[in-house]
Every structure is written in structure tokens, then in C-alpha cells.
């Protein structure tokens, strides 16, 4: 591994450290729930533990290609974009979880090539638990769609 690659690694471990030292600062709960603290928490949490799965990672083989030259790389980030966009228009009026299962079964297809039952599967399992983590644990106000939810 490089100086470099060291470097970038140990900001990402340091910077997920700073997050989470601020948003201990912060309120991380009320009585009411979640407090200003407890995402930012999270998320340092993750980016720190992403920083150091990095670290602690074997030794990068060097790259055969270049990331941007492969078409397919490029394609699967314009589906994500796309993804993106498309829940961000249509999740107002369909509401999250009948934006969000669609969007995230294009993804898992377009991504990488699935079986259409694993890709049902998780795309209904993973916008059910988020909506339940959102809406339901830290009573977070998602957008409702027609049916209600």
C-alpha cells in the first residue's frame, strides 16, 4: 500500500472520529427521541469503521483497467443517479415505500445481474425494515403515498 493510500485511509478514520466527538457534544437522545447528535453519530460511526476496514484491509492488487474506462461502470453510475433522481420526484406523490422498492430492485438488477426472486426479496425486505427503522423506531416523518404508507 501506498504513503497515499495510507494517508486517505487515516482521514477517513480520523474525520469519522471528529463527527463522533462533535455529535457527542450534541443531544444524542431526548425524551422526545432521537436527538441532534444521534446521526451524526451514525454516520461518524460508519465512516470511521469504513476508514479503518481500509487500514486493516490486505494490500490493494494493482488495477488491471482504469475505473472510468470500463462503459459498465459508468452505466451502473448513471442507474444510481437515475435511482436517485427518480425517488426524488416521485416519493412526494407515491410516498417512500412505493417509490423505494421499485427504485431499489432497478438498482440491485442494473448493478449486477441477480435472481429475480433474490432481487424482489431484498428490494421489499429493505425498504420494509428502513420504513420501519424511519417511520416507526425514530419516528422520523416519511412521505405517504396514496395507500397511506
Do not use: C, N
Not at 3 to 23: Q, S
Not at 89 to 99: A, Q
Amino acid at each position: 500500500m501506498s504513503r497515499v493510500e495510507l494517508a486517505v485511509d487515516a482521514f477517513w478514520v480520523l474525520l469519522g472520529a471528529a463527527i463522533i466527538a462533535h455529535a457527542v457534544q450534541l443531544r444524542l437522545w431526548e425524551p422526545s427521541g432521537p436527538g441532534s447528535g444521534f446521526v451524526p453519530l451514525l454516520a461518524g460511526a460508519v465512516i470511521a469503521a469504513g476508514g479503518l476496514g481500509l487500514l486493516l484491509a490486505r494490500p490493494r492488487p494493482a488495477r488491471a483497467e482504469v475505473f472510468w474506462a470500463a462503459r459498465a461502470s459508468a452505466l451502473r453510475i448513471v442507474a444510481v443517479l437515475a435511482g436517485l433522481v427518480t425517488m426524488a420526484v416521485l416519493m412526494p406523490v407515491l410516498g417512500f415505500l412505493l417509490t423505494a422498492a421499485p427504485t431499489m430492485a432497478f438498482l440491485l438488477t442494473v448493478i449486477e445481474r441477480q435472481r429475480w426472486t433474490w432481487v424482489v426479496g431484498m428490494a421489499l425486505a429493505s425498504s420494509v425494515g428502513l420504513y420501519w427503522l424511519f417511520d416507526r423506531v425514530l419516528e422520523m416523518a416519511l412521505p405517504k403515498g396514496p395507500l397511506g404508507f
